[in-house]
């Protein structure tokens, strides 16, 4: 991934950003990469990045990942990272994108996609997405 220069830093919309993220999680083998559209539903947030790892070590991985690329890449910080202890579930605040990094077996628990069954799915090209 090439590093933006300052003039082209911050320029993402969250869009943009939510796409990223997910590109950056594929980077690190995240597996059932989702994207969904959720700014006329939900009041918090404009966008959810949904993906899972195969064991807690690759979910703390795929988090830092994101975290550093994003950080390099647009010169952002998450406004909080909860669950990176745990690596169970691992969320990221950045304000119109939050990204949930799952335990693949924690994933199948909480059920996201359901919850929000009624968000526009985004394609992101090359990206594994969910099966449909």
Known sequence: MRKLSRGERKRLNAGELAKLCAQLADEYKAERILVLNVSGICTYTDFLVICSGRSTRQVQGIADHIEEMIKKSVGTVPLGI????????????????????????????YDLESLWADAEMVHIEGVTALAE
Request: overall charge negative; charged content about 30%.
């Open 82 to 109: 909860e669950g990176w202890r745990e690596g169970l579930w691992i969320l990221m605040d950045y304000e119109d994108v939050i990204v949930h990094i799952f335990y693949d077996p924690i994933r199948e628990v």
